[in-house]
Structure formats: structure tokens, C-alpha cells
């Protein structure tokens, strides 16, 4: 009887042992149920381990997530000021062939003159006078070589009077239009020509016209030369696009 008693206590034993193990692992296996649950909730599922990494480095508290931007279009505050490029303004063809009668100033602008108005007949000579001119046109209109458009650019070598202003349109009978250039030079008769000029477009309306050069050069004096008569190259153009404007 003492030999079935020791047998069982030793069975007795044994399986307290198996029970205490078996309640050991299950024990763990809870507690890793947990850790790995909470490992998988980085990633999506299929994502690897170190995709899950990636993420956490992404989204982490010292990382500024990157926000994509859009550009938006510059606004101009109003009343700013904007440089503008202004493009050439191309005249309008004259009526005809274009006749001018000057002096210098004439033989200054003819370079910038002719591109503008082409075909035109120019005739220009140093220290010409107003009363010159008149023979010039004249003549011309003998010849049958007077333009439809005629331009009388004299005055800047001496006086104008009423009465010849009327006979230079007077030897222009025929043309659709006369454009009379003002005077801009400091000399004393300056004035006076340039409202001999003014009253006389006033008299014949529709058939003449003031190129009023000396309102538009009076500002730039640096289109002049030292002698504050005679034309450089910029002068000449502005004069030049005045004519072709008017012609």
C-alpha cells in the first residue's frame, strides 16, 4: 500500500509540474499578442517592416509634414507704376507723291525722312528763304513734278509774312494738302514767323496744316546741335516721324 501511495504522489507531482508549464507559456503568449497587434498598426496591411519605419520617420513629432503649393498669379497693386514699351506708330499713307521744299534743317532730316514717306521729292539748300521757296514750288508745278502733298518747311533763316505765306498756296493751287513746318531756333524772328504760320493754316482750313514742330522740340534741346539750330540724329527722327504724321 506504501508503494501505490509514493507512485501516486510522485504522478501527482509530475503533473503539477506540466500544469505549472502549461500555464507558463500561456501566460507569454498573451503578452506577445499585444506588442505584435500594436507593430502592425504603422503599416498598411501588406507593408513591410521598413516601409513601417519610413512612416514613423515621415510623421514623427520633430518632422514638418510638406504641404505642396500652388503658385499664384503676381497681382499689381493699383496705382503701381509699370514701365510699358510703346511700339512705333506707322503714319498714314499721304493722298500722293509727297513734294517738300526747305532749307537745312530739310537737308538734316532727309536721311530719316525718306524711309518714312517713300518716293518723296525733297529739295533743301542752305540759307534758303521763305520767298525762295515759292519759285521752288512754282517751278515744280510747271514741270508737273508737284506732289499731291506738298511740305514747306522754311523760316528758320528769316522772316515770314502774311503775304507770302498766301503765295505759297496760292503757287500749290492743285495739291490736296500743304503742311507748313514751324520754326524752332533761337533767333528773334522765331516768333513772329511761327504766327505768321499759325494765322495763315487758320485762313485756308482743310487744305492746310501746322506741323507745330516747335511746341513738340521746344522741351528736348538735346535733339540739337551746339548751335541750337541744325538737327543730331535723334532730332531728325522726331522732326522726320512730325512730317510723315501730318504729310
Known sequence: MSDIGWTDRV???????????????????????PAAASSSDLRAPGASPAAASAAVATTG?????????????????????????????????????VSAVGD????????????????IRIDGLVSRQFEA????????????????????ELGTNGTVTSSQFDAMVAAATGVQRIVFV???????????????????????????VLADWNALATPHPEWFAADQVHLNPVGSQALAALIAHNA
Open 182 to 208: 514751324n520754326v524752332c531756333v533761337p533767333r528773334s524772328w522765331a516768333a513772329a514767323d511761327n504766327q505768321v504760320l499759325a494765322e495763315g493754316v487758320a485762313r485756308y482750313p482743310g487744305l492746310t
Open 11 to 33: 504522478i501527482g507531482v509530475v503533473v503539477v509540474l506540466v500544469l505549472a508549464l502549461l500555464a507558463t507559456l500561456g501566460i507569454a503568449q498573451h503578452r506577445a499578442e
Open 61 to 97: 513629432p520633430n518632422v514638418t509634414p510638406t504641404v505642396p503649393t500652388t503658385a499664384t498669379p503676381t497681382t499689381i497693386p493699383t496705382g503701381a507704376t509699370t514701365t510699358t514699351t510703346t511700339s512705333t506708330t506707322v503714319p498714314p499713307a499721304p493722298a500722293g507723291p
Open 133 to 152: 521757296g515759292i519759285g521752288i514750288v512754282q517751278a515744280e508745278k510747271l514741270a508737273g513734278t508737284l506732289g499731291t502733298v506738298l511740305v514747306v
Open 104 to 119: 537745312s534743317i530739310m537737308l538734316d532730316i532727309q536721311p530719316s525722312l525718306a524711309p518714312l514717306l517713300p518716293g
